[in-house]
């Protein structure tokens, strides 16, 4: 099996597993409503692990949380429309010295691809411990139930704290 998305959406709107031809087809015809790139991606059999990165020169990363879908994958259906779609462990009941490598690689990544203010990382941990960064959300959920903010609480930085440093980031960004 594998994935087939657009390029450019959130909240796996036109995800699609794929397994068989007849279903790439239709995954195809799907995602080339929401964009006109669309990827294919290995699947990969493993845990669901996010980071969530908050800064501009020099960011910080959270603990990290798991996802544990109750449906095939993280679907649009698993977030938001079946209430238990999804269960959700912050932080992630992980080794130190893999909670550090994650937080590591998810500063790296966020360093990469320029982001600035805040972004959520997410991996893929393989049986073998091998991490694969899956994605980088750089407008990732922001309510008091999202993951962003929640594995900032976990992390020691409360909602109201988290928002006035979202705040301060966006002024030195526009005073440069």
């Not at 980071?51 to 798991?66: I, Q, R």
């Amino acid at each position: 099996p594998f994935f087939v998305k657009p390029a450019n959406m959130g909240s796996s709107v036109g995800v699609h597993k794929v397994k068989t031809e007849i279903e790439l087809k239709s995954a195809l015809d799907d995602a080339f409503k929401y964009d006109r790139k669309v990827l294919a991606e290995q699947y990969i059999c493993g845990r669901e692990i996010e980071v969530a990165v908050l800064g501009n020169d020099e960011p910080v990363a959270s603990l990290p949380g798991e996802v544990k879908p109750t449906h095939e994958f993280y679907s649009f259906e698993s977030k938001y429309i079946d209430a238990n779609g999804a269960h959700f462990s912050i932080p992630a009941p992980l080794e130190k010295n893999l909670t550090e490598r994650l937080q590591k690689m998810a500063i790296q990544a966020f360093k990469t691809v320029g982001c600035e203010g805040l972004a959520r990382v997410d991996f893929f941990l393989d049986g073998n411990e091998q991490i694969y960064v899956n994605e980088i959300n750089t407008m990732p959920g922001f309510t008091r139930i999202s993951m962003y903010p929640k594995m900032f609480e976990a992390s020691g930085i409360s909602y109201s704290e988290l928002v006035d440093r979202l705040i301060q980031l966006a002024l030195e960004r526009a005073s440069r």
